[in-house]
């Protein structure tokens, strides 16, 4: 058993430290990927190796990217496999769709089902890449000027959801980064409410805060020259030396230039109706020349015709904001005569007002009478506003998930590590104190209590054979291991119990820490209390029996590179997914097979644990890392005294008296007596010559 041992324990570290380059995933043919995109919108032609695709309208022009996250970002999910999605993002980085294609997650391939994960995705679409988008909920009170978008998690699956979020982040934004060149990936600006100054018109002027584009009638006809609509504006000609466009632009977001700019009234009827659209950046325009800003068909509240903007080279969407335009009394008499418009667009879709934009304005002409062929000229105003106005987020990073995984559970990782350290104290440094003790029972049930209670049904930290294969797959496949920090909680009682190999071999998670362990030894008690026949199996059978565990472990090893789809299958073997994760809320089968185990530990002492568990034989493997035969034993221990081997109930003593550490699971019971004078064989031998001794000595 020993060379057995130390043969899976060789192949599990070679196997993890020999890690191989990363080896992309094969995208999804395009037939395959363009059955998921939904009409009116289709594939358009590959634009790289990585399966990145253009979309395409149904007009047949181009209208973002499509893409399966895989490719780009295989980040591991706990099963070692890359979490796939379909990504459909529109040019202004502007989620469209985003789908579950494919993963191997184990709490919800057979735990949750697969609904949840669905949903999850369905959260995206209208989100942009250049908001903060994070998975959880808010923490404490929200700041102003906050740009974080917070996703719903799933119950029980926080850790794989963060692993799909960040897959998705990461694909869309190596897209954005190569082929959209100048998109804000970053949160946008926002008017900062408590910056407060006074501004006068003259101060705007001077400042650049309003930004004035005059065109004359000889420049825009210098536009249309050598076209067909050369001689189609006679205004123009007669009047080169005219204003065709006297434009004034201005931010109205910031508060002090709303209040330069606009009326009392003005002013309040902007606040109450941003107070109704926070996001949207409402941009003022002043046209005091004949170009008029719009054309004869616009519709108030819709897109204007004849204005657009681009920022970053990518263009930004506007709309006129419906609003009554009461410019204040000190503005000059031209700009109250002219044509104005409040015009909105929108900082989730990545509009960043404190940065460099243009405004473009079409100069249109019709030639002919009954269907006249229209043409334009376009004329570019660029824009900013100074930067003191706006706050942004963006300058307090985002936290990285796994930093955002460990805040969102802080408390319970406090209790947590309070917990684990007291125990491991306890067990380290009052060893035998606790075994000695009269109520060293309810104690050590106490503590079994809290661990099924707390770190199994509260804090989901049921450790599981999965988290190694995993580890196995992402260093076969030579990915990333970053998937571990995602479950900070149950990556601590990992932590904890690496250190348990080098203290005391398996023991210490398997005795002290595993929740479907404790639930089988209460199973045992309950068993006792109710005086059932206890099953035992011979010495023979019970060393063959242990032996299962560890060729189940290496059947699920062999699974992870002979059949990887299959791999969350073969791990329900454990069923501590729906013990634990899932409180026995799961198909019949599943806690069918959980209650057979808990049922069959009242007669037959946590046999699960001991001769079927997979995680079980990795802790037997880790335990070769012990440094110290931590149970103290007698030269009588094993010859004559029988004693803690009859009574070990794990089968962990040889007749030899040696401890077997590897089928040790650290119950302190032989303890107990090695320490007791009342049932320990050799100090009631021994306490029998002193009582002899004595009187003689007396004598």
């Not at 030894?521 to 060393?543: I, K, M, Y």
């Not at 008296?657 to 031998?685: A, W």
């Amino acid at each position: 058993m020993r060379a057995l041992s130390a043969l899976f324990a060789g192949l599990f570290w070679i196997t993890a430290l020999a890690a191989p380059s990363p080896v992309p995933a094969e995208p999804l043919d395009r037939a395959a990927l363009a059955g998921l995109i939904m009409p009116p919108f289709s594939l358009g032609d590959p634009v790289n190796e990585n399966g990145v695709y253009t979309l395409l309208n149904s007009g047949g022009a181009e209208a973002g990217f499509v893409f399966e996250t895989e490719p780009l970002a295989p980040l591991p999910g706990f099963s070692g496999a890359p979490i796939n999605a379909l990504v459909v993002l529109d040019p202004n980085g502007t989620f469209l769709d985003v789908r579950l294609i494919a993963h191997n997650e184990p709490i919800f391939v057979s735990g949750l089902g697969e609904a949840p994960f669905h949903n999850f995705f369905e959260q995206y679409p209208g989100l942009s890449i250049s908001s903060s988008i994070v998975v959880g909920t808010p923490y404490g009170d929200a700041e102003t000027g906050s740009s974080l978008v917070y996703l719903d998690g799933v119950t029980k699956a926080t850790a794989s959801v963060r692993i799909a979020h960040e897959s998705v982040m990461a694909a869309t934004l190596a897209v954005a980064r190569e082929k959209m060149r100048g998109i804000s990936t970053g949160p946008p600006a926002h008017p900062d409410p408590d910056h407060d100054e006074d501004l006068v018109w003259q101060d705007l002027v001077d400042q650049g805060l309003v930004t004035r584009k005059t065109v004359t009638n000889a420049e825009i006809d210098a536009g249309f020259a050598d076209t067909l609509w050369a001689d189609d504006d006679p205004e123009a000609r007669a009047d080169p030396d005219g204003a065709y466009l006297d434009l004034w632009i201005a931010d109205l977001g910031p508060p002090a230039i709303a209040r330069a700019m606009l009326s009392a009234d003005g002013y309040a009827e902007l606040q109450a109706f941003l107070t109704i659209s926070p996001e949207a950046e409402p941009i003022l325009v002043i046209d005091t020349a004949r170009h008029g800003l719009v054309g004869p068909d616009f519709v108030r509240n819709t897109a204007p015709d004849w204005l657009s903007a681009e920022q970053g080279g990518l263009p930004v969407a506007l709309r006129d904001s419906d609003l009554l335009i009461d410019l204040s009394p000190d503005l000059p008499d031209a700009l109250h005569d002219g044509t104005a418009l409040i015009l909105r667009t929108d900082r989730r879709l990545g509009f960043d007002p404190a940065s460099p934009w243009q405004l473009n304005v079409t100069a249109v002409r019709e030639h002919g009478m009954f269907r006249p062929e229209t043409g334009s000229v376009t004329i570019s105003v660029p824009h900013v506003t100074d930067d003191r106005f706006f706050i942004r987020p963006g300058v307090v990073k985002q936290l990285p998930a796994w930093q955002g995984a460990i805040r969102a559970r802080l408390a319970d990782l406090i209790v947590l590590a309070v917990f684990l350290t007291g125990l491991t104290g306890l067990l380290l440094f009052a060893q035998n104190p606790l075994a000695d003790s009269r109520a060293f029972t309810p104690y050590r049930l106490a503590i079994l209590a809290f661990v099924t209670g707390f770190i199994g049904w509260w804090g989901q930290g049921q450790l599981s054979i999965v988290t190694v294969l995993g580890v196995i797959r992402t260093a076969f496949d030579g990915g990333s291991y970053a998937f571990l920090v995602y479950d900070p909680f149950s990556l601590l009682i990992w932590g904890f119990a690496i250190l348990g190999f080098v203290l005391w071999g398996r023991g210490y998670f398997c005795g002290w820490l595993c929740p479907f362990g404790a639930l089988q030894e209460f199973a045992h008690h309950l068993g006792r209390r109710l005086r059932l026949p206890q099953v035992d199996l011979s010495p023979r059978w019970d060393r063959r029996a242990k032996s299962v565990k560890y060729l189940l472990l290496a059947g699920l090893v062999a699974t992870v590179f002979l059949a990887p789809d299959r791999v969350d299958t073969a791990a329900e073997i454990e069923p501590f997914k729906t013990a634990i994760t899932t409180y026995f809320l799961r198909e019949w089968y599943f806690v069918a097979y959980a209650a057979i185990w808990l049922v069959s530990g009242m007669v037959l002492f946590k046999g699960f644990c001991r001769y079927v568990c997979p995680l079980g034989a990795v802790m037997a493997i880790g335990g070769l890392l012990r440094g110290r035969k931590w149970i103290e034993r007698r030269a009588e221990c094993g010859s004559p005294c029988q004693l803690c081997r009859v009574k070990c109930g794990y089968g962990a003593i040889r007749r030899t008296g040696e401890i077997q550490y590897s089928e040790c699971f650290g119950c302190l019971d032989c303890v107990t007596i090695h320490n007791d004078d009342r049932r320990c064989v050799p100090l009631i031998i021994a306490a029998r010559r002193n009582g002899r001794a004595q009187p003689e000595a007396a004598e």
